[in-house]
Structures are given as C-alpha cells and as structure tokens.
C-alpha cells in the first residue's frame, strides 16, 4: 500500500542545511494499521506529511496504491489525496461554521456525490452520533470532534487513513474511545491505518511500529 525508497527532507536553516529525515526505506502492506512513534522533533510528522503527499521530499520516491506520488503534479496530487487518504488531526480541524453533517458532506460534494447528505448521516451513525448531525462543533466535546472528523475522514472510502496524535488533545477515556473506533474503522473497512503518537501504550496496539529519533528509523516491530 505505501512504499518508501530513499526518501529524505532537507530544509534551510539560517543558510545552513537541515535534515528532518534521513534517507528512509519502508513498506506498509495494506490492510495494517502502523503507528510512528517518537519524542517530539523525531522526524515522525515530518514522515506522515510525505506519506500524505502535503509535503515533498527531497529526495527518493513514495508510492501509494503503486502510484509514485512524487512525480505527480499538484492538481493530480490533490485528486489522488481526495480519492485514496482520509486525514485524521490532533485539533480535528472541523469548520466552525458547518453542522457535523456538513463538515462530513464537504469532501462528498467536492468529488460531485450525489448521495452526499445520506451518506454523512451513515457515517455518523458508524461513529455513534446519529442524533448529533445538526450540532455545530462549538456545541460537541472534543471526542465527538474527532469522530466527526474520523467520519469525515472516511467519505470517500479511501483505502488509506493517516491519523496526526489523534487522541494528542483528549482526555484519556475519550483518548480510548476514538483509537478503539479507529482500529474498528479499519477492520471493518479493511483500510490501512498509518497514526503518528508519542504514547508507547497507543502504539503497542498497532500491528506494527516505527520508532523514530533525530530523523532516522531507529527500530521496528509486528
């Protein structure tokens, strides 16, 4: 489902050069679900962004779906990114001024759906908010946030969910909640899921790790 080779990120710091990522080689099989784990400036957001395609490496290839996405054009990029990745944030970016059912129908109705506003109120009922539809996200606590952000995230059935700390601003409990959710998303689903954390006990409930420090893959495991 994704594939690395050689990628790396290079930046400018004060006219000197600085590597967030050194040259990394990777394959996640489809259907698993993978956390990246690290203490903060490891390189693992850096990571999930190249592996979303918002950011590009400078150097190597990454393939998702077989589809080597570094040698996309912007407007193929984005139409790769609606038809295959849902996005999961830390701070959910919902739109404060739409419903829940609207913040789900948005991404139906930039891909032309007609079904847009059934199928945000299916998705809803997945997440477990069926009587929640019309509240604004200013009126929902922040779990049933990130499940409308998770629902969102899944309204283009895409093959692929990448997840940014997504329990990072809950409390514990509604921390739980949402990675139970997630990992039965992807079961149900059969999608990959590909979740950035710094929690070790998040982490050791994936089918896999990738430990990260300084910018290198330190350490894996199934």
């Given at each position: 489902?994704?594939?690395?080779?050689?990628?790396?990120?290079?930046?400018?710091?004060?006219?000197?050069?600085l590597?967030?990522?050194?040259p990394?080689t990777?394959?996640?099989?489809?259907?698993?679900?993978?956390?990246?784990i690290g203490?903060?400036?490891?390189?693992?957001?850096?990571l999930?962004?190249?592996?979303?395609?918002?950011?590009?490496?400078t150097t190597?290839?990454?393939?998702?779906?077989?589809?080597?996405?570094?040698?996309?054009?912007?407007?193929?990029l984005?139409?790769?990114?609606?038809?295959?990745?849902?996005?999961?944030?830390?701070?959910?970016?919902?739109?404060?001024?739409?419903?829940?059912?609207?913040?789900?129908?948005?991404?139906?109705?930039?891909?032309?759906?007609?079904?847009?506003?059934?199928r945000?109120?299916?998705?809803l009922?997945e997440?477990?908010?069926?009587?929640?539809?019309?509240?604004?996200?200013?009126?929902?606590?922040?779990g049933?946030?990130?499940?409308?952000?998770?629902?969102?995230?899944?309204a283009?059935?895409?093959?692929?969910?990448?997840?940014?700390?997504?329990t990072?601003?809950?409390?514990?409990?509604?921390g739980?909640?949402?990675?139970?959710?997630?990992?039965?998303?992807k079961?149900?689903?059969?999608?990959?899921?590909?979740?950035?954390?710094?929690?070790?006990?998040?982490?050791?409930?994936?089918d896999?790790?990738?430990?990260?420090?300084?910018?290198?893959?330190v350490?894996?495991?199934?």
């Open positions: 489902m994704i594939a690395l080779r050689q990628v790396s990120k290079v930046v400018d710091s004060g006219g000197h050069p590597t967030i990522l050194h990394l990777l394959d996640i099989a489809a259907g698993r679900s993978v956390s990246i203490p903060s400036g490891s390189g693992k957001s850096t999930l962004g190249l592996i979303a395609g918002l950011d590009a490496p190597g290839q990454i393939f998702i779906d077989g589809v080597d996405i570094t040698a996309l054009s912007e407007d193929a984005a139409a790769l990114r609606g038809e295959k990745i849902g996005f999961v944030f830390q701070f959910f970016h919902l739109v404060p001024s739409l419903t829940a059912l609207e913040n789900i129908q948005v991404p139906m109705e930039i891909a032309g759906r007609s079904d847009a506003k059934a945000a109120q299916a998705l009922d997440v477990g908010l069926h009587d929640r539809g019309h509240h604004y996200p200013s009126q929902l606590s922040g049933e946030q990130q499940r409308v952000a998770i629902a969102r995230a899944l283009n059935d895409p093959p692929l969910i990448l997840a940014d700390e997504p990072g601003n809950l409390d514990s409990a509604n739980r909640h949402i990675l139970d959710l997630l990992l039965e998303v079961t149900r689903r059969h999608v990959t899921l590909v979740m950035v954390t710094h929690d070790p006990a998040i982490a050791a409930i994936t896999e790790r990738i430990v990260m420090r300084d910018g290198r893959s350490g894996e495991g199934g």
